[in-house]
């Protein structure tokens, strides 16, 4: 599903915020990315999702060479890979459940089909209630609900999360880590970045550790 053959990211500067990478995840699994502020975790996810391009190397996504898919196709690979903030990234000028329908009015889906749509993704994450109101009345948690509500709106097969329980306490950070288990089930391709590794260390999940923008440890090998 996602695919990294030695891949290095080079900015403007020289500074290298990724380099030679290679690892392979495969459909329905759900990794984690670890490693100190600095070591490459947002540029890896950015890279997934378009928002960067590599410097040399491959990346492919469900089969795809992203760097043989054009400016005016991203959009389209951005439909198949839901990404999740840790500052949300939500409009407050814009209803609940308009922020989580913002990717289908984009993608041109007809009226009841969003609203069908935006209302399980809402109920899934436990906001069916507050789709009226505005983020900025929401607690911390919620609002990270709403992000991770309209990341996955489309059904998209790959999710992306950097650092998505950051700025949570341990048990709301525990309820996200839920949730993600909850569409790594059926079938969902996830891919987060945190710190938190108490949090982490006991799900038995494949991890992957970045330090110095170099991949320096995959766990795949010693899990069953």
Known sequence: MIHFENVTKRYPGGH???????????????VFLTGHSGAGKSTLLRLIGLLERCTRGQVRVGGRNLAK???????????????????????????????????????GLR?????????????????????????????????????????????????????????LDPAL???????????????????IATHDLDLISNMGRRILTLGQSRLLRDTAASLP
């Open 16 to 30: 290298e915020g990724l380099s030679n990478a290679s690892f392979h995840i495969t459909p329905g699994e759900m």
């Open 69 to 107: 898919i054009k400016r005016s196709q991203i959009p389209y690979h951005r439909r198949k890979v839901g990404m999740i903030f840790q500052d949300h990234r939500l409009l407050n000028d814009r209803t609940v459940f308009d922020n989580v329908a913002m990717p289908l009015v984009v993608a």
């Open 111 to 167: 009226h009841q089909e969003i609203s069908r749509r935006v209302r399980a993704s809402l109920d899934k994450v436990g906001l069916l209630n507050r789709e009226r109101v505005y983020p900025i009345t929401l607690s911390g948690g919620e609002q990270q609900r709403v992000g991770i509500a309209r990341a996955v709106v489309s059904k998209p097969p790959v999710v992306l999360a950097d650092e998505p329980t950051g700025n």
């Open 173 to 191: 950070s525990q309820e996200i880590m839920d949730l993600f288990l909850q569409f790594n089930q059926v079938g969902v391709t996830l891919l």
